[in-house]
């Protein structure tokens, strides 16, 4: 969708409504993540590294719900992805002889770093992982176990 991402209904109701736009009274809500939510199983090496240091990260931040572990496996992946590439790259360099023709051409793991590079910075700054998205997210408090819908 074109334009600016809504603000979170907790957040706008904190301002107190300033712009008097409807607010969403059926928005989910998710339980927040502790530090010690499992790594999904076939995350491994350095995958794996990232989701545990990111969990403890996001967790202690109050920014990562159940809602947003798919996101956090995604931000893993490509962190993996980025990390081979990059290895491969300082074996290989960021040229290479074409090998059809021999003429130098850009290394494919360039673009496969590029490409899981821009995947992790759009995730982060889903999660407020960047100095300018941090300012656009507000921590969640755990939900209370009483009925949302009287405590509007």
Known sequence: MKGRKPVPTQLNKIRGNPGHRPVNVNEPVAAIVGEEYPCPAHLSGIAEQCWFEMIRLLAGARVITELDLKALELYCQNYQTYREAQEALAKTGPIVKSPKSGYPVQSPFF?????????????????????????????????KKTNRFLDS
């Open 111 to 143: 673009a496969i770093a590029n490409k899981a590079q821009e995947q992790m910075m759009k995730i982060a700054a889903e999660f407020g992982m960047t100095p300018s998205s941090r300012t656009r997210v507000s921590a969640v408090e755990a939900p």
